[in-house]
């Protein structure tokens, strides 16, 4: 990856580049238009090192990733063999004791994903063996099934005395250190490859890329089939944040190519 790129795009992969079915096939062409332009695409999700490896190679990607909603970041070295890493959170295992405690403390269990049949996994997510077990790799954070509202800002309000917080995806919450989200992670990723001036074109659909949204120069919101997450409504009410014309990869492509081609 060059180090001196004006632009950076930034994004999300479940229900943003990716619909329910991990289906990205409307964003192929932009994809390339984005390689051929040397404009860099860095993935930034609540998925496992592990997974996004696998996402990119699928996809031709070569560009450093950021996993575990921000918890660490990732890149090749130059013999394109080796990787450096980045570490922003705690380890999974103090989370899962953090979680315990959260649970004991709000007097309701919160269930890990890592807990879960693989039946029960394949049910809430879709994924094969092999993509099971690569969601299953977690080192940075705690992914748990989404409580009620009202127990999820319980566990919200508590949070700040272990250091921790929570985000709600679309099929999971997640438990991650205070140290470590998707904005700061950008931040991080800029100093490492001393490109402080990058425009930042981000792109997420859940409230867990709120601090993505709130660091970029440009900020798209890709809604879902219903329209776009609670959470980041006030954002696009507000003006810092534009809407996509078009759930998933559809609006992803349609609003990269739009932003690159102003620019151009």
Request: charged letters at 20%; hydrophobic letters at 40%; glycine letters at 6%.
């Amino acid at each position: 990856m060059k180090n001196n790129s004006k632009f950076w795009v930034v994004t999300d992969l479940d229900g943003t580049l990716m619909d329910e079915n991990y289906d990205i096939s409307p964003a192929k062409k932009t994809l390339n238009m984005l390689s051929e332009l040397s404009i860099p695409v860095i993935p930034c999700t609540s998925k496992t090192a592990s997974e996004v490896r696998y996402f990119r190679k699928e996809n031709g990607l070569s560009d450093p990733f950021i996993v575990e909603n921000g918890a660490a970041i990732y890149g090749t070295n130059i013999n394109k063999i080796s990787e450096w890493e980045l570490i922003l959170g705690k380890s999974y295992k103090e989370l899962r004791f953090i979680l315990k405690s959260l649970s004991k403390e709000i007097n309701y269990n919160l269930i890990p994903l890592n807990d879960l049949s693989y039946n029960q996994i394949f049910e809430l997510t879709g994924l094969s063996e092999h993509g099971i077990i690569r969601a299953l790799d977690r080192q940075w954070s705690v992914p748990f099934l989404n409580p009620p509202d009202d127990i999820f800002e319980k566990v919200k309000l508590i949070c700040d005395s272990y250091n921790v917080h929570v985000f709600k995806g679309n099929r999971m919450s997640h438990l991650l250190s205070k140290e470590s989200h998707k904005g700061q992670a950008v931040n991080k990723l800029k100093i490492h490859l001393q490109n402080l001036d990058v425009m930042i074109i981000a792109l997420g659909d859940s409230q867990n890329d709120l601090p993505l949204l709130e660091c970029a120069d440009i900020s798209i919101v890709i809604p879902g089939k219903n329209g776009p997450n609670k959470y980041l409504q006030h954002g696009i009410d507000n003006g810092s944040f534009l809407l996509a014309n078009a759930p998933h990869a559809q609006g992803w492509s349609n609003s990269v190519e739009e932003v690159i081609n102003s620019f151009k």
